[in-house]
């Protein structure tokens, strides 16, 4: 029978999976750095593992002990992962959704973002900003994985979207409106709520007020 480690090992590709721009902070990845998590599987195994997500490639990614960062070949028999205390469930096609406590339940993040500009290492370890986009190399085979060249670092920008999960699948929220078709029947207690608490549906804190006050209306 295979150890957890080594079902770990066989879910991932061997080869580097890189995002090469590690001068910046703002890289892409959600963490600072590789912290260290957990790896939860359909069958009850967890695996330890120096993990960290990448919002602009939406991969979740793994550093092994040789320093190489490795993307997941085959989610199929994780459920989810904890890094740094931070949980993310896997949804469909692969995706990743941050599990968040609100009240007796729970709201998901769905973290996502873009490249907004770049900048090229010049004399004495400064770097200029420049708007070619064909600095770039391409992406892999799968068209996940951004590789950049040597001595480029990048600004991001990022995004995301909240979820409550229903029925085993993840729905999209960003409104009144759109909340209401979650709890049919009770579309004008929501609307009044948003108004009157002035919910803005870009913000965490609010979201959370929004969900607690949407617990009656669950099943």
């Known amino acids: 029978m295979k150890t957890l480690r080594s079902h770990l090992f066989f879910l991932l590709l061997l080869f580097p999976a890189f ?11 959600l963490f600072p750095d ?3 998590g957990t790896v939860l599987f359909k069958n009850g195994g967890v695996e330890p593992a120096m993990l960290n997500y990448n919002y602009i490639t939406r991969l979740m990614l793994l550093k092994n002990d040789k320093g ?9 028999s994780i459920v989810a992962i904890d890094i740094d205390n931070r949980v993310f469930i896997k949804g469909k096609n692969n995706a990743f959704f941050e599990q968040v406590s609100a009240g007796n339940g729970y709201y998901y993040i769905q973290w996502f973002g873009k490249i907004v500009s770049q900048e090229k290492a010049g004399a004495y370890g400064t770097y200029s900003s420049t708007s070619a986009v064909t600095t770039y190399s391409t992406i892999n085979a799968d068209n996940k994985v951004i590789q950049l060249k040597l001595g480029e670092r990048v600004k991001t920008e990022k995004n995301c979207k909240f979820y409550l999960k229903v029925n085993d699948s993840f729905k999209n929220f960003d409104s009144a409106r759109t ?6 029947g009770h579309e004008a207690e929501i609307e009044k709520f948003v108004a009157e608490q002035k919910i803005d549906f870009s913000k965490a804190s609010d979201i959370e007020r929004m969900v ?3 617990e009656k209306f669950a099943n």
């Open 19 to 29: 995002l090469l721009a590690q001068e910046e902070d703002n890289n892409g990845y």
């Open 68 to 76: 190489q960062m490795l993307e997941f070949s085959d989610l199929s």
């Open 212 to 214: 607690v006050f949407c």
């Open 179 to 184: 909340l209401g078709k979650l709890f049919k």
């Open 34 to 36: 590789f912290m260290q």
